[in-house]
T-cell receptor, first 117, second 113 residues
C-alpha cells in the first residue's frame, strides 16, 4: 500500500535557524515520484520539487535542499537560514504505478513550520 | 500566463443547498483532479477526469459529483452540502500523469452554514 508519513506535526524555529522536515514513504513499486509542496495561509499548493525513484541525487535550490535515500525510504527537506516567509504547511507526496496512469498524489499529513522573528 | 483558475475563491452555502465549484485551465492538460482538504488535514483525491473518462475514488461520497463539459472546464457539484463538507477544494491538472507533474489552482474555501 502507498503511504506517506510526516511524523512532525509542528515545528517552531527562530529566524536564521536551519530546519529539516522529515518524510518517510511506503510503496511496492520500483518506479515512483516524490514531491514537496508548500501551502501558505492563503491555501494554494506551491510546488517545490519532484524527484523520481531512479534519481537519488540530492538537490539544492537556494536555501532549500532535499535528501533522498531509498535505503531508508526517506525524502527529507531542509531549509537553511530560515525566514519568516517560510512559515507554512509543508506536504510531502507520493505518486506511483498504483496510482494508475493518471498519477494520483498521496499526501502526508503535513508539517506546520512556524518561523519566529 | 497559462494556469488553473478556481472560482470563486470563497463560497458560503446553506446546509442542504446544492453548490457548484468551478475550475478552468488554459494548459490544455488531459487530466483534471478534484481534491478535498479539510482543516489541518492532507488533501484527499475525490475524483479525476482523463479526457472524458471519469474516475471516482472508492470512498468519495455520492453527494459529490463532477462534470467536464470540455477540456478547459471541470465542475464539482455538491448536491446536499453538510457541515462536514466545509473544506478547501483544490483543482489540479496534469498533461497525463505523474511524469509530467501537476498544476494546482488556488482553491475554493467552502463554508456551510
Amino acid at each position: 500500500a502507498q503511504k506517506v508519513t510526516q511524523a512532525q506535526t509542528e515545528i517552531s524555529v527562530v529566524e536564521k535557524e536551519d530546519v529539516t522536515l522529515d518524510c518517510v514513504y511506503e510503496t511496492r513499486d520500483t518506479t515512483y515520484y516524490l514531491f514537496w509542496y508548500k501551502q501558505p495561509p492563503s491555501g494554494e499548493l506551491v510546488f517545490l520539487i519532484r524527484r523520481n525513484s531512479f534519481d537519488e541525487q540530492n538537490e539544492i535550490s537556494g536555501r532549500y535542499s532535499w535528501n533522498f535515500q531509498k535505503s531508508t525510504s526517506s525524502f527529507n527537506f531542509t531549509i537553511t537560514a530560515s525566514q519568516v516567509v517560510d512559515s507554512a504547511v509543508y506536504f510531502c507526496a507520493l505518486s506511483d504505478a498504483g496510482s494508475g496512469n493518471t498519477g494520483k498524489l498521496i499526501f502526508g499529513q503535513g508539517t506546520t513550520l512556524q518561523v519566529k522573528p | 500566463d497559462a494556469m488553473v483558475i478556481q472560482n470563486p475563491r470563497y463560497q458560503v452555502t446553506q446546509f442542504g443547498k446544492p453548490v457548484t465549484l468551478s475550475c478552468s485551465q488554459t494548459l490544455n492538460h488531459n487530466v483534471m483532479y478534484w481534491y478535498q482538504q479539510k482543516s489541518s488535514q492532507a488533501p484527499k483525491l475525490l475524483f479525476h477526469y482523463y479526457d472524458k473518462d471519469f474516475n471516482n475514488e472508492a470512498d468519495t461520497p455520492d453527494n459529490f459529483q463532477s462534470r467536464r463539459p470540455n477540456t478547459s472546464f471541470c465542475f464539482l457539484d455538491i448536491r446536499s452540502p453538510g457541515l462536514g463538507d466545509a473544506a478547501m477544494y483544490l483543482c489540479a491538472t496534469s498533461r497525463g500523469g505523474t511524469v509530467y507533474g501537476y498544476t494546482f489552482g488556488s482553491g475554493t474555501r467552502l463554508t456551510v452554514v
